[in-house]
């Protein structure tokens, strides 16, 4: 079974996409990142307000196994998060590009988005796993 | 696997070329059909001779006496201390042969201080020749008759009988670590392990029963409250404090047995509990509890609990601080989360 990698988004080596909509990201985990976690339980997500840094934790997710950090692919404030995600974390499983969405953040550093990986080298990435 | 607070980094993971099949759907699987489970990494040990009864019984915790020929008992091998090298099933197979079933981690320890405690009797090491499956939940039977001509399902038990499945020679045992009462171990030679496996699950699918891995496996004894070697029972941990003193028989002498007797005589000092969590954030081993503003002990294990929808734990306290209807809290990185203090077991299968 080879993961779904969309078209049009950016990749972070650690499994999180990033969708950009002019200055704002919503950033959420690849589909090989929550096959691989399993079901997903519980989501811990960043207060509104909250600075995000490039590559830093800005978030855990937790499946019946075990918790992850959720690492943050841009810099900025986080200016949404997906309260439904608190009733039904499944979403993340069966859509993780769509309803799956975490966090949504204005970004302070848009040129690191250069420093992400689009979807061919993503899958690449993935190949060498 | 679960390690407290511990937050594994997604990039870091060594990703199988297989992705797993998801736990939730193993341990459903398992409740309301059947899981197949490749268990074959534990150990098998016999112990043969005039003195493996009296060897034994100064040897692990439970009283061996009076068992009929394929009876088994849950029993614990405790260090001088009270403390616990391992959990067992000791089979007897006939008043001269014994066999063991041991955990996977601990065998070889297991093997060199049962060997210790030996006289008139020889330990064989059983496992490299032995592969182990287990076929757990309420079509367990149905599935066996498939491939079995023997009446397993007249199996009491805790008990062992030998049959051909899938035209191998077999032990089968009624037991098993789902709190499924309709499961059994399967005993066979190692070579075979393919054969029986891929009749298991020709057999089985049908019957809308999923091989499981190790994350149902924990979810389905966690929420049945058995214990886990490494978590609830360890060298400093004793069968008091587990909870599992029906195991213990403190009027026979065996190692660990002056200990336990003094422990129970002072008051056992901690006591296991069960925590059912309002929401679905799992707790786990290593973090600490909390009732009022006092950390009184640690979660010893804690995931999330699918037949119950709810995160569960189990937690060793201070005896007396988290009584059965109390409120404790668990600090999970950082943030404390709130847990009842409930009755054992979580979740009860149907007979």
């Known amino acids: ?51 995000a840094k490039f590559m830093k934790p800005v978030g855990v997710v937790e499946s019946v196994k075990a918790a992850s950090d959720i690492f943050s692919p841009v810099s900025g404030k986080v200016v949404a998060i997906n309260t439904d995600l608190a009733k039904t974390p499944e979403a993340i499983n069966t859509d993780c590009y769509g309803a799956g969405w975490m966090v949504k953040i204005e970004l302070s550093a848009p040129d690191e988005l250069n420093k992400l990986l689009d979807a061919k080298s993503y899958t690449e990435f993935l190949g060498t796993l | 696997m679960a390690l407290g607070a511990k937050v594994i980094d997604f990039g870091g993971w060594d990703m199988p070329v297989d992705y797993p099949t998801h736990i939730l759907q193993e341990h459903f699987a398992t409740r309301q059909n059947a899981g197949l489970f490749d268990t074959g990494h534990m150990g098998e040990v016999l112990i043969e001779g005039a003195g493996a009864l009296e060897s034994l019984q100064g040897a692990v915790s439970r009283d061996l006496a009076g068992m009929e020929n394929g009876q088994g008992r849950y029993t614990l091998l ?68 498939k491939l079995c001509d023997a009446p397993l399902s007249k199996l009491k038990r805790f008990r062992m009988t030998r049959a051909k499945v899938a035209g191998v020679e077999s032990i089968v045992s009624r037991s098993g670590y789902t709190g499924e009462s309709n499961g059994v171990e399967l005993f066979f030679a190692k070579s075979e392990a393919c054969k029986v496996w891929s009749a298991l699950m020709d057999a ?65 000092p901690r006591t296991l509990i069960a925590l059912k969590f309002a929401g679905r954030q799992p707790a786990r081993a290593g973090h600490p509890v909390f009732a009022g503003h006092t950390q009184v002990g640690e979660v010893t294990s804690g995931t999330f609990g699918p037949s119950v929808n709810s995160a569960i734990a189990l937690a060793l306290v201070k005896t007396g601080s988290a009584p059965v209807g109390a409120s404790v809290q668990a600090e999970v990185r950082g943030t404390r989360i709130d847990a009842a203090v409930v009755e054992k077991p979580f979740y009860k299968a149907a007979k």
């Open chain 2, 78 to 145: 405790c260090n001088e201390s009270g403390g616990v090298f391992d959990d067992l099933i000791v089979f007897k197979q006939n008043d001269t042969q014994y066999y063991i079933v041991t955990n996977a981690g601990t065998r070889l320890r297991d093997i060199e201080v049962i060997q210790s405690r030996l006289t008139n009797a020889t330990l064989r090491d059983l496992t490299p020749e032995t592969h182990k499956l287990d076929l757990q939940g309420p079509k367990t039977f149905e599935i066996l008759a």
């Open chain 1, 1 to 51: 079974m080879s993961a779904k990698v969309p078209d049009g988004l950016k990749y972070s080596k650690e499994h999180e996409w990033v969708k950009t909509d002019g200055n704002v990201a919503t950033i959420g985990i690849t589909d090989h990142a929550q096959h691989a976690l399993g079901d997903i339980v519980f989501v811990e997500l960043p207060k509104l307000g909250t600075e």
């Open chain 2, 204 to 268: 089985g699918k049908p019957a809308g029963m999923l091989p499981c891995g190790l994350g149902a496996r924990d979810t389905l004894r966690l929420e049945c409250c058995l214990p886990l070697y490494g978590h609830e029972l360890t060298e400093t941990i004793t069968p008091l404090e587990a909870g599992v003193k029906w195991a213990v028989s403190l009027e026979k002498n065996f190692v660990g047995a002056d200990a336990l007797r003094a422990q129970e005589k002072n008051g056992v």
